[in-house]
């Protein structure tokens, strides 16, 4: 049994042998050979909301021969104050592997202590693993190489960043973030990741970079701060003037829902550079194919 719960858990090796067989997966569809998961369910607990995640996965299981089973908070006990690791147990006796998207990873942590079935972090609000993985595999398919790949993330120093921080250490990518004062990683986090550099200007982030990222400024669970958060990141939009300071071969990703006009400009989302960002959320769907083999079988390896 093998919990996914962040980048950081994995070495170079792993994350590369992860990223190999989310690209195998990819060439195997629409009928992948193999259907290990016969036989077996999955629960998809998601207390935030889903379409790219939730689909995904359910896609991925039922692909795999699988049974996926959706639980929302306001469809089962957990929103009604059921503690997590009650639910935890006793999802642990009727299902092999529980996918799990919720708020704090303080949460998460309960879950995957409580659980003796493997556990996916689908997202919390310090990590969102699974999105890297198909971010890495999308950077890697458009550009050939994660060699030497320049990035620039424009925006909240929010659970993307951290993710990227963590695969940048390990890939040893040159990562710089671009953050409003206030809305930087903390710097505890930057530990040990000398390629990593945090600025408060889009323009030196996004000079000579390969790849240029952003996310919304208010995320789930920050609509209160959505005012206050739009004020802060001005100048922060993704659009054709920052793109004039990318590489020429400069793609863009977003990991959507995106607020055109907000963090991307609509003529970067729909035009050339921008292409990308539909392979980036159709890759979510062959790397948990990817992610739930290692997290069941303790090997990422592809059909």
């Not at 040159?174 to 408060?200: E, F, N, R």
Request: glycine content about 8%.
């Amino acid at each position: 049994m093998t919990h996914f719960v962040s980048i950081a858990d994995l070495d170079r090796d792993g994350l590369i042998a992860l990223l190999d067989a989310s690209a195998a997966w990819k060439r195997a569809r629409p009928h992948p050979p193999a259907v290990w998961l016969a036989g077996k369910h999955v629960a998809l607990v998601m207390e935030k909301a889903s379409t790219r995640t939730r689909v995904s996965f359910e896609v991925a299981v039922r692909e795999l021969g699988g049974h996926a089973t959706l639980l929302t908070s306001d469809g089962t006990q957990l929103g009604r104050g059921e503690p997590i690791e009650d639910t935890a147990r006793v999802l642990s006796r009727y299902v092999h592997a529980i996918v799990f998207r919720t708020f704090g990873a303080a949460r998460l942590a309960q879950l995957v202590a409580a659980s003796t079935v493997p556990v996916i972090n689908a997202l919390t609000d310090r990590e969102h693993p699974c999105q890297i993985i198909a971010d890495l595999l999308t950077i890697r398919e458009q550009l050939g190489t994660l060699d030497g790949v320049k990035v620039a993330w424009i925006g909240d120093g929010n659970n993307m960043a951290l993710s990227w921080i963590h695969a940048a250490r390990r890939l040893g990518l040159h990562l710089t973030l671009a953050c409003p004062t206030g809305y930087q990683p903390d710097l505890a986090d930057l530990a040990d990741a000398p390629t990593v550099q945090v600025v408060t200007d889009p323009i030196a982030a996004a000079h000579g970079a390969d790849v240029v990222m952003t996310d919304v400024w208010a995320s789930m669970g920050q609509e209160g701060e959505a005012a206050r958060r739009q004020a802060a990141f001005a100048g922060y939009l993704v659009d054709d003037a920052l793109l004039a300071h990318a590489s020429a071969r400069a793609i863009v990703l977003h990991c959507l829902p995106a607020h055109r006009g907000e963090e991307i400009s609509a003529g970067v989302m729909d035009g050339p550079r921008g292409a990308a960002i539909w392979d980036q959320a159709e890759n979510r769907l062959h790397c948990h194919k990817a992610i739930l083999e290692l997290a069941m079988m303790g090997i990422a390896a592809g059909p």
